[in-house]
């Protein structure tokens, strides 16, 4: 049942098979590499030097090439960090795990040796793979899946049973989180879903524990087929919400998931990983343009082991438009109130050019969030990165903007490889209420945010409603129901912002006010390969900000989209928007109101909310006055019995509580405890 149907199946456009697909990526990664490592694996080149993680990366490939020698000592030379008299590093200590897995035989004995240690290392509590830290629990779920891979496939291979059955728990605690929940906590995320995707694998292909393959196996599934139904099958993208996502990722180009997508799909996938060997200028890279770290990293995905089952086989290969894609998933808290523990709503609508997505309450920080994203066709037939537009948000500070270039550094040592900063960051706390093509996005600065404004005074706060014009530019352009033949200039309070590019059609009408009363500035602006609409909650005298000045900034948007199809004209499309009413005020909550009438985009539309500045969860949030449902899963065309364990009895976790306290080598985090079942 979970044999490795990528292997046979993954035929893709290009028609090879997965793994030829792999093997020749890896190959030329091989190549490439002597442009970056002498044979003694000292580092050559100019550019960024490498961590020991991409090293380790870069290894696999290099030992399933047939270049064992050279593999051992580029591995040799890497470095981890130690801790007393423990090396620990989460990437390093468990991709160690998964080479002497899949190399073992192929390493020299001192770098078998070497590796075996570090793993051995990971077995610890602090630092270790045992560490609380690493649990499935509302946060970053690609560290625990690493440390699980571990743990399992370390303690068979070592013979360590006190290391596998910690690792059982996890896994089981995983199992957990998806019978009550539609999918894991660091949801849909271009760079770090493939990671967890890959522990997995890598587990249900190589673990001798029958019960953790079986586990293993059935979360890999579930995680394959999210992917698979907010996949756009015309465009060859992964569509939002993200959880967490980089400059590359709201770019839709080389990412981590574009590159693991193109492994088993094809060329259906947008951009190939094979442009990295002859970089196109206009591709944007994670890293600042750093080729070989992203070669490295894709040979990670490459070298993985991966089962995706019929369901998700089917969602890849095609879809019946409008498809919806719903799921609840759990998010953890932060230290102190500001960030709590929640559940959140991630949505996605596919339609024939282009695909919204939005989740109810952001991913931890915020930083990396995407909450409102739309992936979009530049053209009817996408044969190229080029041919996708997308469309997110930010609330950036002093100046922060997108398509920022910058080179890499270290201290005064500056380094060749350069490119767009790699993350525009976000200090907004943000709601959404998404009705099929609409979206009403409510955002403010996070109260806790002035915690680092005490550090760093704010000269200007301000919302942007990003739209990437790396493959085209915004070719109609209709504000206040007048056109306009540039995007520059003012935007007046209560004016819809609306545009075409390629073939969606959007308008945007910005939601911002501040408690003062005075007029917030919203203006068209652009950078580099981005246009986008600046709303100035505050710009001014740098100083520091109080919770409550932050408390009463409001900002947010509505945005409407559709299809070129779907209306005779960008004014027809604009003017069916000018009968929507709008009524939103602060008077101890948040009040806001949309109604939009009956017309050709279809009935009418009521979106009503009552939001406290702060808050993670509303005090109310209504379609067409019925409050939202929140299903566990709900996928068009896919029955409940389609996903493991939601079907299936109960099953209680055994009684396991492993810490004696729950400290962690790196830092102190505020605990208690209470029972412990022994």
Known sequence: MFENQANERAGGGAGQNFRERTQQFMAQAVQAAGQWYDREGAWLADTTPPHTRERYWLAGAMYAAGEAKWADAIVARGETESY??????????????????????????????????????????????????????????????????????????????????????NLRQFRAMLVRDGINSEFNSPTYSGLTIRSMGDIAAHAQDEEARMIAAGIEQRLWIDLAARFHPEMGVLAGPYSRA??????????????????????????????????????????MGDVPFNVAQFCWFAGGEYHIPDTAWRLFDAKSYPFSAVASCELGAGEGTDFLARTSRIETALFPDFALGTSSAPFGSMDQNNSY????????????YRDIGTIFTKLAVNGDKPGTVVRAKDGDREYSNVGEVDIVGSCANTLTIQSGSTALVLTHPHPSFDEAAARKPLSAISEQIILSTHGGDVEELIVGGVPRQDWSGEVRHGEWIVCRTGRLLSAFRPLVYTRSGQPVSISLESNANYKFICSRLYEGEARCFTRDELRYLFGGFVAEHAGVSDYASLAAFAQELEAA????????????RYRRPAGQGGQPLELETSWSPGAMSPRYATINGARIEQPLVAIDGVSSEELPFLNEPFTSIPSFFPWEDLSVAWGECPSAIGDREE
């Open 246 to 287: 980089y400059t590359v990722d709201t770019a839709a180009h080389a990412s981590c998931i574009s590159s693991l997508l193109w492994f088993c799909l094809g060329d259906l996938v947008h951009p190939s990983p094979l442009l990295l060997f002859d970089k196109p200028d206009d591709l944007v890279l994670h890293h």
């Open 373 to 384: 994203f739309v992936a979009y066709k530049r053209q009817e037939q996408v044969a190229s």
């Open 581 to 592: 009413q709008f009524t939103d005020y602060y008077w101890t909550t948040r009040r806001v």
């Open 84 to 169: 007393g008299s423990i090396r620990f590093n989460i990437f390093n200590t468990n991709i160690a795990a998964s080479l002497l897995v899949s190399h073992r035989d192929k390493m020299s004995a001192a770098v078998r040796g070497r590796l075996e240690s570090l793993v051995r290392d990971g077995f610890s509590f602090k630092p270790g793979n045992r560490q609380p830290d690493f649990q499935f629990h509302g946060y970053n779920d690609n560290m625990p899946a690493k440390a699980t891979a571990g743990l399992i496939l370390g303690g068979e291979l070592l013979g360590c049973r006190e290391a596998v059955d910690y690792g059982l728990w």
